[in-house]
């Protein structure tokens, strides 16, 4: 197992630096396109991009005096490229670079994201085929029910994995949406042209109609999609922890060498990365909250929803990758006790084939409420007395008026309950 995930790229996404360098990147499109158009000297335009240039450091001075990031933003860039700045941001408001910025910055995070995704997809169909027969009981209500295969367990999260890939690859294009409307959206000082002509350069949409901002349903829906992939990663975090309790003891969390599991207990081997996945979803799940509250703004615009998406974005799509590299480095070195889950199986063989019985039953003429009867009985005969329920079922006398002892045997066989394992891993997507 290789563990993949040090310094992230993810953050890098969110730093002032990548902020500020969309911005200019901005400014200097809607200049080119308004030249284009003589509404801009050409010769101004090429000092602006020969001088243009950021720093971070500066701009956050100027901004201990000015209060306004997007006004020490353009002091900054005026510094550095002279008297021809101030055919800069005209007709622009602050919104027109922020959230044109803020789309920019999405769609680079989802392309991230949906690349651990796959990742994990990948893993996940790995195990399912190396563990494609590997014949498990089937747990209900956590009480053994009928056997299926890890290959399935594992078939299962890898399509559940990528619906929620796709779940955010749509919310992504939703939110890859800008606006160089202006001050209310109303393109009061711009040709509507320039907005088509800039966000068609930067790969964005347009909001066909928006207040001073870009909707916040758009990016209360790329969050909750984040949401719900971590959901998805707790459920199958917490099925591993399940199973890695000490009196099932099917599957084991990587252990690296030298780790240690208790400061007190030497013997612990603790699933702790899938323990803390399970918290991470929390929260995702919060903060998904949270970007719904940021719908709901006064008339064209308030700031209520900026200082909460500096947090919210970056901490979500930041958690939710690490979460992605983290939960395949399980899966790939995720031990199955092969031993030990047969052993499970075989202590609930005095259950398992109950509603085969009660079906055959049913079609040898007795009703289901009689053949209920007489299968539930001698099954909870069999769990009282740890005997097995296909014995008790062969000395019945009334059970072999209708059924042979080979019939009862049969519904007991493994094999036969998982006989269409491969049908449904092709279906998964997963060649077996």
């Not at 922020?98 to 651990?116: E, K, R, V, W, Y």
């Amino acid at each position: 197992m290789i563990e993949r995930y040090s310094r992230p790229a993810m953050a890098a996404l969110w730093s002032d630096e990548a902020r500020y360098a969309h911005w200019l990147r901005i400014e200097i499109a809607v200049a080119a396109a308004m030249a284009g158009r003589g509404d801009v000297p050409a010769e101004a335009l090429d000092k602006i991009r020969e001088r243009a240039s950021v720093s971070a450091e500066r701009i956050a001075e100027i901004e201990k005096v000015t209060r306004h990031d997007v006004i020490a933003f353009l002091e900054c860039v005026g510094e550095n490229v002279g008297p021809e700045a101030r055919w800069l941001h005209l007709g622009l408001t602050s919104s027109d670079l922020l959230d044109t910025a803020l789309a920019l910055q999405i769609t680079a995070a989802a392309s991230l994201l949906l690349a651990g995704a796959r990742d994990l997809a990948g893993a996940l169909a790995e195990k399912a085929k190396e563990h494609a027969h590997l014949a498990a009981i089937g747990r209900t209500h956590g009480i053994h029910a009928e056997p299926l295969t890890y290959g399935l367990k594992f078939a299962l999260w890898k399509v559940e994995v990528e619906r929620g890939a796709a779940r955010i690859e749509r919310a992504a294009g939703e939110a890859a949406t800008g606006k160089i409307a202006g001050a209310v959206g109303t393109f009061a000082h711009l040709d509507p042209a320039i907005e088509e002509e800039v966000l068609a350069s930067l790969d964005l949409a347009p909001e066909p109609v928006s207040s001073q901002v870009v909707q916040r349903d758009r990016h209360a829906s790329f969050v909750a999609a984040l949401a719900l992939l971590g959901g998805s990663l707790e459920k199958m975090a917490t099925e591993i922890r399940a199973l890695q309790r000490s009196d099932t003891g099917e599957v084991l969390e990587p252990f690296r060498k030298g780790q240690k599991g208790s400061s007190a207990m030497p013997h612990k081997r603790n699933p702790i990365v899938c323990e803390r996945i399970t918290g991470m979803a929390r929260l995702l799940r919060g903060n998904a909250l949270a970007a719904m509250e940021n719908i709901a703004l006064w008339h064209e615009r308030d700031i209520s929803h900026s200082s909460v998406e500096r947090v919210i974005l970056p901490d979500s799509t930041i958690l939710l990758d690490y979460m992605l590299h983290r939960f395949t480095e399980v899966i790939e070195g995720l031990v199955i006790v092969e031993e030990k889950v047969g052993a499970n199986l075989r202590s609930a063989r005095a259950t398992f084939g109950s509603q085969a019985i009660l079906l055959s039953l049913a079609r040898k003429g007795l009703t289901r409420k009689e053949a209920y009867a007489v299968v539930q009985r001698h099954a909870l005969e069999a769990l009282e007395s740890d005997r097995e329920l296909e014995d008790l079922l062969a000395a019945d006398p009334d059970v072999r008026r209708y059924l042979s002892e080979e019939e009862i045997r049969g519904a007991f066989d493994v094999k036969h309950h998982c006989r269409h394992v491969d049908f449904l891993l092709r279906r998964a997507g997963i060649d077996v």
